[in-house]
């Protein structure tokens, strides 16, 4: 059974940082593109961050860029996210995603409907 596990979300103040992490277990995760995504109470999920199966592809929100960096360790079967410069916006449940495969193309990445595993999310809240 597949299983994505995440990690590391907590109360943090604002312009503070934090590290989510996503275990995979049940089946190898090495080759598949991986994402994080997001929702605030009341709001649609919202991608957050790529990376593709073998690290080499990135992307990010605009609302992230230059402060949240994904990366991937696949020898441990895991996703991270760091996140630096908090915002109060940026609280919300924090959800890891894989897609069956890999090579989604750059406008497909974004979608939630294009994975296929999800965590079952962890929260991150941010105080001003």
């Known amino acids: 059974q597949v299983q994505l596990v995440e990690s590391g979300g907590g109360l943090v103040q604002a312009g503070g940082s934090l590290r989510l992490s996503c275990a995979a277990s049940?089946?190898?995760?090495?080759?598949?593109?991986m994402a994080w995504f997001r929702q605030a109470p009341g709001k649609e999920r919202e991608f957050v961050a790529f990376?593709?199966?073998?690290?080499?592809?990135?992307g990010n929100s605009d609302s992230v860029k230059g402060r949240f960096t994904i990366s991937r360790d696949n020898a441990k079967n895991t996703v991270y996210l760091q996140m630096n410069r908090l915002k109060p916006e940026d609280t919300a449940v924090y959800y890891c995603a894989a897609h069956r495969g890999s090579y989604l193309i750059t406008s497909s990445r974004a979608s939630p409907s294009m994975y296929d595993y999800w965590g079952r999310g962890t929260q991150v809240t941010v105080s001003s």
């Open positions: 049940g089946r190898t995760f090495s080759t598949n593109d």
């Open positions: 990376i593709s199966g073998r690290g080499g592809a990135k």
